[in-house]
C-alpha cells in the first residue's frame, strides 16, 4: 500500500483480503477509500458488490451495486455480465441445505429440512424466497 498508495486494484484486493478475514470495518474504509480515487470504477463497484455477496452482508447495497455496475460502460478487463449474473442469482437463493417448496395462504411456507428430509413449516422474512429455519 505504501508504495502504491492511488493503485485502486491493491486497495480492492486488500479490502478483499481483510473482509475475508472478517475486519469488515477496515475493509468498508479502504472500497470507499477506493471508491474516492475513481469514484465512477466499474472495477470497484463490482469488487465491492461481490465482497458484499460472498460474506452475505448488505446485500440490498450489493443488488444496487450490481445494477450500477450493469449500466455502466465495460472495458475488456472488467467483469463480465455472466458473472453478474452468478451474483445476481446467489442473492435470490435460499441458505445451503434448505430446498424451496412453496406456500400457499392455508398451509404456509413449507421447506424441505436437510436433516428429516420431511416439509416443515418456516417462517418468511420476505416473499424472496429468503428461509429461516
Known amino acids: 500500500m505504501e508504495a502504491a498508495p492511488h493503485d485502486v486494484g491493491r486497495i480492492i484486493d486488500l479490502a478483499t483480503f481483510l473482509s475475508k478475514q472478517h ?3 477496515e475493509s468498508d474504509g479502504l472500497f470507499e477509500r477506493a471508491s474516492g480515487i475513481e469514484p465512477v470504477s466499474p472495477k470497484v463497484i463490482f469488487a465491492r458488490a461481490a465482497d458484499y455477496v460472498h460474506t452475505k452482508r448488505n446485500l440490498s447495497e ?3 451495486l450490481l445494477r450500477q455496475y450493469a ?3 465495460h472495458t475488456p478487463d472488467d467483469p463480465q455480465q455472466s458473472e453478474v449474473a452468478q451474483l445476481d442469482e446467489k442473492l435470490l437463493k435460499p441458505p445451503r441445505g434448505i430446498r424451496w417448496v412453496g406456500s400457499n395462504r392455508r398451509s404456509g ?9 420431511r416439509l416443515r413449516p418456516i417462517k418468511l422474512k420476505t416473499t424472496r424466497c429468503r428461509l429461516e429455519e
Open 109 to 117: 411456507a413449507r421447506a424441505l429440512s436437510p436433516s428429516s428430509g
Open 62 to 64: 450489493a443488488r444496487s
Open 71 to 73: 449500466a455502466l460502460p
Open 23 to 25: 475486519r469488515y470495518q
